[in-house]
T-cell receptor
Framework: ETGVTQTPRHLVMGMTNKKSLKCEQHLGHNAMYWYKQSAKKPLELMFV???????ENNSVPSRFSPECPNSSHLFLHLHTLQPEDSALYLC?????????????FGQGTRLTVV | DAKTTQPPSMDCAEGRAANLPCNHSTISGNEYVYWYRQIHSQGPQYIIHGLKNNETNEMASLIITEDRKSSTLILPHATLRDTAVYYC???????????FGTGTRLQVTL
């Protein structure tokens, strides 16, 4: 238990569906992150939020839409995804975006797009 | 560009020390060395980090060479639960500034 909880753990969705991934952290951290991990590829950073403000978007397609209503919660809204978007989506948090501290990761959501 | 080089895989007998090497010859003076691991189908787990001094915590020890061009992560008594992919990362700051590579797959065997 890392203090970062992601739901659901597994998700299968059609290309025309709309779904959301949820991440919640109980660590009092101010920075939260979305990562994508495709099969046999390194982790790719998608979005960064610091004090609820988006500070980084790594050229992620608009079919992925993040939302950070407060420092404890982070969502990733999904719509009209493609099969190649199937991957493990990981949420992480850290005390802040700067400073040399560790990041805590959730267990991930295994997404399959059919 | 890869900032670290790690062997793709290693084996270790249970109960023995696992020594995982990492080369980071282009590390700059203010960059830290971080180690994370990822057990199959789970999120990465932070292990340890350091700047230039050797570091030890309840999970592992980190040995950084004097010129800082390489480091070794030591798991003193490996168990089967230590089987995972271990990532050596150099960078400044937290998750937004760290680039995960392909890591070393450590297999601990009986």
């Amino acid at each position: 238990e890392t203090g970062v909880t992601q739901t659901p753990r597994h998700l299968v969705m059609g290309m025309t569906n709309k779904k959301s991934l949820k991440c919640e952290q109980h660590l009092g951290h101010n920075a939260m992150y979305w990562y994508k991990q495709s099969a046999k590829k390194p982790l790719e950073l998608m979005f960064v939020y610091n004090f609820k403000e988006q500070t980084e978007n790594n050229s992620v397609p608009s079919r992925f839409s993040p939302e950070c209503p407060n420092s404890s919660h982070l969502f990733l809204h999904l719509h009209t995804l493609q099969p190649e978007d199937s991957a493990l989506y990981l949420c992480a948090s850290s005390q802040g975006e700067i400073g040399n501290t560790e990041a805590f990761f959730g267990q991930g959501t295994r997404l399959t797009v059919v | 560009d890869a900032k670290t080089t790690q062997p793709p895989s290693m084996d270790c007998a249970e109960g023995r020390a696992a020594n995982l090497p990492c080369n980071h010859s282009t590390i700059s003076g203010n960059e830290y060395v971080y180690w994370y691991r990822q057990i199959h189908s789970q999120g990465p787990q932070y292990i340890i980090h350091g700047l230039k001094n050797n570091e030890t915590n309840e999970m592992a020890s980190l040995i950084i060479t004097e010129d800082r061009k390489s480091s070794t992560l030591i798991l003193p008594h490996a168990t089967l639960r230590d089987t995972a992919v271990y990532y050596c990362i150099v960078g400044i700051g937290t998750a937004s500034k760290l680039t995960f590579g392909t890591g070393t797959r450590l297999q601990v065997t009986l």
